[in-house]
């Protein structure tokens, strides 16, 4: 009997404006209070929140070695970009075994972001070692 005069109670409350008058107006608050609020704020009173617990490494611990002598290193000469010489406009190249558009474009134009563009050029063939494609490194 307590169980039905509660949920009658509850659908009381529920009915009343100013139930959900205060509800609205606090989520409104809670809104603009965590909009507002500085993000490392929310981050510590959220910390503060949830209780401490030791750390615990997956790796275990071992005794501290000697740190290996640092080696020198080596730099290698990075490797010229082709670009294609600017006399007509565009080239032409004959394909590799194996060539894509990306390959083309990224052997010819020294970076393969122009795939698409060289695919729509040339009506968007079917590759084979041997054909000759037109290339033009821009958009």
Known sequence: MATKQAKQDIKTLLRQPEVWIGL???LVVLFFALKTAPVQTIKNYI????PKQKM???VPETAPTATPAPTAVV???L???KTLADTSGSNRVTV???DSFWTISKRVCGTGVYFEALQERNDYMSLHAGD?????CHY
């Open 47 to 50: 910390s503060g929140l949830i």
């Open 24 to 26: 609205v107006t606090a």
């Open 96 to 98: 590799l075994n194996g």
């Open 56 to 58: 615990v490494s997956p």
């Open 79 to 81: 490797p010229a970009i």
């Open 75 to 77: 730099k290698k000469p």
């Open 132 to 136: 000759e494609v037109e290339v033009e």
